[in-house]
């Protein structure tokens, strides 16, 4: 298919950027739309501040008949290249009907713009953060998406193949049964560990994360703990803040344990949340007119079966010292409680052992790769 790629400057190409998924996944069961409002603010500094150590080059596909058939953002993160010693331009935000003429110029887009700003190779899919979704589905395209996971047809990773990209790192999920009781290795250990070191749970209050700057604490040991995984940027004070704006009202603080030592130093954290893939399926990517409401029961009426474990982090002084199970300890109950049959975790890579290996102690399964493709320029 002959294809025209034009960069985004135009109110109307964001809106084909934006409104594109809903053409490429119709009819599908498993796609999670992202909000509309949360694609569009991730191309605004006020929203998305890690824009200011980035350039992004952002690119729509259209066909002989000016219809919309494919996207993709070129993104050159210098922080991150800067850290990792590269000269790295990514991709993201990738998405294309099945034709490897549309896939090979998108692509293409950004190859040209990356090697014109002096980049060597390509990666991707990424964001600026680790927090935006990033790595492409390569298993399990039956099952069920999330907001904080890329979905994508199984046609996707077969183009990359084609167009000369191959693997980078793969990311995999577990899904982990929630038992009815805490393991009796959690209890022990937790006994040991706050007796020895005099550490406690702590639940915060909203006003504490957004308004006192528990939040950029929080961010700070994001920093900490995830430093040595692939491609990780450290965030700012005005990302943290970004990050807290944007998902504070989706959080039940009930579902975020903080590990503290005895001087209220922040040792550990894990921010879980009540799965709103179907709510926010049943919203179409939109708040208004109805969106709102179906978030709104998913997370506080009718929850569903799934809760998702999206980030855990402890502190690289502690690590390996059983600290997740004062995490466990405090939430098992209280999934139980609401009445969580499930949780989720997120994309995990799959050489992290030490991560990895907790769950065993756990029914589950492991599903849902994701990969991360490169190629040189």
């Known amino acids: 298919m002959k294809c025209a790629i034009k960069t985004v400057e135009t109110k109307r190409q964001m809106n084909d950027f934006v409104a594109l998924p809903k053409k490429i996944y119709?009819?599908?069961?498993?796609?999670?739309p992202d909000m509309e409002s949360d694609v569009r603010d991730w191309f605004k500094p006020k929203h998305n501040p890690g824009l200011l150590h980035c350039d992004i080059a952002p690119f729509v596909a259209y066909n002989e008949k000016g219809e919309t058939v494919g996207r993709i953002v070129g993104i050159i993160n210098y922080k991150a290249n800067q850290i990792w010693k590269n000269n790295c331009v990514r991709f993201g935000w990738i998405e294309f009907v099945?034709?490897?003429?549309?896939?090979?110029?998108?692509?293409?887009?950004?190859?040209?713009?990356?090697?014109?700003?002096?980049?060597?190779?390509?990666?991707?899919?990424?964001?600026?953060?680790?927090?935006?979704?990033?790595?492409?589905?390569?298993?399990?395209?039956?099952?069920?998406?999330s907001a904080i996971t890329i979905y994508n047809p199984a046609y996707y990773p077969e183009h990359m193949t084609l167009h000369g990209y191959g693997k980078e790192v793969d990311w995999v999920q577990m899904k982990v049964e929630v038992p009815k009781e805490v393991p009796e290795r959690f209890v022990r250990v937790h006994r040991i560990v706050t007796n020895m070191y005099g550490l406690k749970v702590r639940k915060l209050t909203?006003?504490?994360?957004?308004?006192?700057?528990?939040?950029?604490?929080i961010f700070k040991l994001f920093n900490e703990a995830y430093s040595h995984l692939?491609?990780?940027?450290p965030h700012s004070e005005e990302e943290a803040d970004a990050f807290v704006n944007q998902y504070i009202h989706l959080l039940d603080f009930r579902l975020l344990p903080m590990v503290e030592d005895n001087e209220g130093n922040l040792v550990s954290c894990c921010v879980t949340m009540p799965s709103i893939s179907r709510a926010l399926q049943k919203s179409g990517g939109r708040l208004f007119p109805f969106g709102w409401y179906h978030l709104l029961r998913a997370l506080?009426?009718?929850?569903e079966e799934e809760v998702e474990l999206c980030l855990i982090a402890v502190h690289p002084a502690w690590q390996a010292m059983g600290i997740n199970a004062l995490l466990f300890t405090d939430l098992i109950p209280i999934f139980n409680e609401m009445k969580f049959r499930w949780a989720v975790t997120?994309?995990?890579?799959?050489?992290?052992?030490?991560?990895?290996?907790?769950?065993?102690?756990?029914?589950?399964?492991?599903?849902?790769?994701?990969?991360?493709?490169?190629?040189?320029?």
């Not at 119709?26 to 999670?32: L, M, R």
């Not at 692509?107 to 927090?131: C, F, H, N």
């Not at 506080?300 to 929850?303: E, L, P």
Request: net charge positive; charged share 35%.
């Open 206 to 217: 909203p006003s504490e994360v957004q308004k006192e700057g528990y939040g950029r604490k």
């Open 300 to 303: 506080k009426f009718k929850r």
């Open 98 to 145: 099945d034709d490897v003429d549309v896939s090979g110029a998108l692509l293409k887009a950004v190859e040209d713009w990356g090697r014109s700003k002096g980049m060597d190779t390509i990666q991707g899919p990424l964001g600026i953060s680790d927090y935006d979704k990033e790595g492409m589905l390569v298993e399990d395209f039956d099952q069920l998406g």
């Open 230 to 233: 692939f491609g990780y940027t």
């Open 346 to 377: 997120g994309p995990m890579l799959e050489d992290n052992t030490k991560v990895l290996t907790q769950w065993k102690v756990f029914n589950h399964i492991e599903y849902k790769r994701r990969r991360c493709f490169s190629k040189k320029l």
């Open 26 to 32: 119709k009819g599908n069961p498993y796609y999670v």
